[in-house]
């Protein structure tokens, strides 16, 4: 079985979708950096078996489910963008591309156009 890398990067997209612990096998690498990112963001980052000693093993209770086979975490739909946020996140964006190449004016315009035909918020 190939192993799964968790990098920083992973680790704050699983948080941001709403995932609060991370089940580490054997197949699982966790980056240091993830670590650290995982520990700032209150991710859990538990082991296969794991599980705390005040706890009492009751196999006729406990059943053991991968990962994998676990049903995905209801998500709560995220608020859709204002059309003010949305031409200001793709202003900065393009903005970080072409510099001061374009008139801020012209470049605020043609997003409006733009967001305006494509029906955005």
């Known amino acids: 079985m190939p192993k ?24 699982v690498v966790v980056t240091d950096l993830a670590r650290e990112k995982a520990r700032k963001l209150g991710v859990e980052l ?4 794991d599980q705390p000693s005040s706890a ?3 196999p006729y209770i ?17 608020p859709a963008p204002t059309r003010v946020d949305l031409e200001t996140r793709v202003y900065q964006a393009v903005q970080a591309q072409v510099g001061d190449s374009v008139d801020p004016g012209l470049l605020k315009t043609v997003i409006q156009r733009v967001l305006k035909n494509v029906g955005g918020s």
């Open 4 to 27: 799964i890398f968790y990098t920083e990067r992973d680790i704050e997209d699983l948080y941001h979708s709403g995932v609060t612990t991370l089940v580490v096998n054997d197949d």
């Open 46 to 49: 538990l082991k296969e078996h």
């Open 56 to 58: 009492p093993i009751r």
């Open 62 to 78: 406990t059943k053991n489910v991968s990962p994998s086979a676990a049903p995905p975490m209801p998500q709560a739909p995220s």
